[in-house]
């Protein structure tokens, strides 16, 4: 097992953000019903709500179209992003109800035990430190409060990652600093026993991991009464 590389920062590029919001907007809907159908098995159908990493807003604009009852905040590292994301937002015509900011995963801007539901798609890899955000995730949420987290892991099958990779080079490969953005995510993703070791020292609890090909997903499980 290759030694984790950490993936380059936060996006910067104007241009290289454009492309992949055009990308998102394109190719985001799948992706977006599979994070759905995990939030409404949670039982989550309104209240307050984070997305962490939001990147152009992708998530909580479809969440907030297909479950009106929730209220999002979105969050990322990248001030070009965040701008984006208003943006998209006001296009569907939802700027009064999603706010993004700039913002960090190792203290999100909500309140003590504040949430209903904390979203994080694809974020994790990019943090160093896992455990902080893990701890973060638990102070913020309500009790009874939802989680859905779902990331790379660098231990999946070489024939999953090389697939997936095929598969990425064909939709986004045509902007050359987004070409290796997968087999980069996948390096600086952690393995299922590092993100375990990571959830069982961290204060959060009632959790479920699990993987799909190369996906690990971490969500919110209710606890024994």
């Given at each position: ?93 939802l700027a009064d109800k999603i706010e993004f ?100 020292r961290s204060r959060l609890e009632h959790w ?18």
């Amino acid at each position: 097992m290759k030694e984790r590389v950490t993936e380059p920062g936060i996006i910067e590029d104007q241009e290289l953000a454009e492309y992949y919001n055009r990308m998102a907007k394109r190719y985001g809907r799948f992706p977006c019903q599979r994070v759905l159908k995990r939030v409404l098995a949670r039982g989550i159908e309104k209240g307050k709500a984070i997305d962490v990493g939001t990147g152009p807003g992708t998530f909580p604009i479809f969440l907030s179209k297909t479950i009106p009852g929730i209220r999002f905040k979105g969050i990322d590292l990248s001030p070009v992003m965040v701008e984006i994301a208003r943006r998209n937002a006001k296009e569907e015509g939802l700027a009064d109800k999603i706010e993004f900011e700039v913002g960090s995963a190792y203290s999100l801007p909500v309140e003590d035990h504040s949430l209903d539901l904390v979203l994080c798609i694809t974020t994790v890899h990019h943090l160093d430190r896992p455990i902080d955000f893990f701890n973060e995730v638990a102070r913020s949420l309500k009790e009874g409060g939802a989680f859905v987290i779902v990331d790379f892991h660098r231990d999946a099958s070489f024939v999953f990652i090389g697939i997936f990779n095929l598969i990425w080079k064909a939709f986004f490969g045509k902007h050359p600093k987004a070409r290796k953005g997968f087999i980069e995510s996948i390096q600086s993703s952690y393995t299922i026993k590092e993100c375990r070791d990571f959830l069982e020292r961290s204060r959060l609890e009632h959790w479920r991991l699990y993987t799909r090909t190369v996906e690990m997903w971490i969500e919110s499980v209710k606890a024994a009464s």
